[in-house]
């Protein structure tokens, strides 16, 4: 069933339960031919009386709209909707306020109209797919990322290749960073190659770390060295074949 279809059942099912504000088109019409009748006789019904007290009639080009009895014709028109129309009379307030939401809606359609309710509006948003499908896109507002955790030094590692092939000393054209998740302890290796294998073997050689940092029987000496000109940033580190670093810092 189309969502126009849908809507207007849901309308008729209001209506029955109230009758006193929505208006079927079939209705709407026997009024509006009541309205011309009691304005022409002069035996008026309490009906006639009821329909002129609460209605008047708009001429609009070729049609007859009915709209809410003004108190003078400086006041501005507010129209009666039929059941039938309230659908794509809500869509238009809809678009024009840029698909906004019910409050904005009120204002827009009480500006106009006289006989569309605000359940009728809350119904409507709640049928526009595009409305829905906004409201459940994800959103990954206030998203907590969960801190991975160390327990052991050695037990997880970052490594980084910073390629150095613009300034390639003889077969290095790689420096191999390797940190350590739970001391942030750095280990600088030269990589010739950016080949996988490469990789596992400087990554595995560079693992092999002395128990005791203090010992540094395994490792040559501790330095201070300037990575790089543009990164100040002093790396603390232990290096076991001084020879190959030399190569490439
Ligand atoms: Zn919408």
Known sequence: MEPHDTFRDALYKMYEENRR?????????????NLLEASSTTKKTPHHCYLLKKYELLKCGDVDKLIKRRQSSEEDALYFVTIEDTYDTIKRAHLATGRGG???????INKKYANITIDSISLFKSMCTVCQRKRKRPTNKGTVVKPILSKDFNSRAQVDLIDMQSMSQGQYKWIMVYQDHLTKF?????PTYKRASEVAYQQFDGTCLPEDETDTSDAPFICFINLFSQDSALVKCRLKQSSQMKACV
């Open 21 to 33: 504000v929505l208006i079927p088109k079939e209705l709407y019409l026997e009024s509006m031919n």
């Open 102 to 108: 019910r409050d904005k809606m009120i204002h827009e």
């Open 186 to 190: 750095v280990v600088l290796r030269p």
